[in-house]
């Protein structure tokens, strides 16, 4: 039995993951600080025998007993607002972070697999983005303690592949959406689901022009699995292409939900990028993978989920642990 360990294990992402690992046949050790990462998302794979979870930082030295097959590290805020209101807590992570996990790696003789993210290409100039392209990121801006602790994640990754010969892999994920999203993590997605769902006016920031392309969770899983069972180092872009202005996404919600509220717009936050398209030339050819599911349909899929939430949930302001790590 191959033993997989899953940083950010009660995150969206994560806890996807711990599925779809545990159905595959995986030990699999879940690991998260449940900063932003909720035990709900997880909670079904309690009690299974070949099922754990560490309450751990993974930006402090990292204990696992035992051999390791596998690492896919997915730890890290990934939310505008959340990287805001804990900057330092996501430098760490992607940095310190991915540092002892490319330790853990090398030392286990295991394969990791680290999250990168759309955002390395900043506001891009090059449309769509091409796996070649260097981005162009504001360094000392909003989302900079994101975009660089994610660059950095990306550079000390190969050089532990080169240097180290450790087995890496490194997916670029934009934008993804499907059940088990925080609602109030400040993501346009469940922002507008939860202001339908509160019969609240639709917040467009900016025009509405600003563009994304929006995948549902089980392809990117899908792309996840097969990017680390191939011998590719290399970052891959995985995404959905279908792309959409933050307009027309906003009637899309009306539509889905029926609500009768309108669309109001507020301004634009700082280095918002306005455009985003995955090129997935690579990861079609290389992984013979592409997304399957339309918008019309995972959006279904998603609004049951949230539309499944306690009244309690849907009005709380936030879902996380920020207070308890905000002074470490
Ligand atoms: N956005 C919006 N209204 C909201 C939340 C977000 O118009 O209530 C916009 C945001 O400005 C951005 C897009 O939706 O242009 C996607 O935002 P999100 O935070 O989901 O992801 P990211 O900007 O990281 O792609």
Known sequence: MKRILITGAAGF?????????????????????????????IEHLFGKK????HHHDISKFIHVAGELDYILHFASPASPIDYLKIPIQTLKVGSLGTHNLLGLAKAKNARIMVASTSEVYGDPEVHPQTEDYWGNVNPIGPRGVYDEAKR?????????????????????????YGPRMRLNDGRVL??????????????????????????????????????????IADPINIGNPDEITIGEFAEEIIQLTG???????????????????????????????????????GLKVTYEYFKSLSEEMLYQK??????????K
């Not at 890496?168 to 993804?176: A, E, Q, S, V, Y």
């Open 13 to 41: 992402l994560g806890s996807h993951l711990c599925d779809r690992f545990y159905a595959e046949g995986y030990a699999v050790i879940a690991m998260d600080n449940l900063i932003t990462g909720r035990l709900s998302n």
């Open 50 to 53: 070949h099922f754990e979870f």
């Open 152 to 176: 950095f994640q990306e550079a000390i990754t190969m050089a532990y592949h080169r240097y180290h010969e450790v087995e890496t892999r490194i997916i670029r994920i934009f934008n993804t």
């Open 190 to 231: 469940p922002a507008f689901i939860g202001q339908a769902l509160r019969g609240e006016d639709l917040t467009v920031f900016g025009d509405g022009s600003q563009t994304r392309s929006f995948c549902y969770v089980d392809d990117l899983v899908e792309g996840i699995y097969r990017l680390l069972h191939s011998d």
């Open 259 to 297: 609500t009768s509220q309108k669309v109001i717009y507020e301004p634009l936050p700082t280095n918002d990028p306005k455009q985003r398209q995955p090129d997935i030339s690579k990861a079609k050819s290389l992984l013979n993978w592409a997304p399957v599911v339309n918008r019309t349909e």
């Open 318 to 327: 936030e879902h996380n642990n920020f207070e308890a790590y905000i002074r």
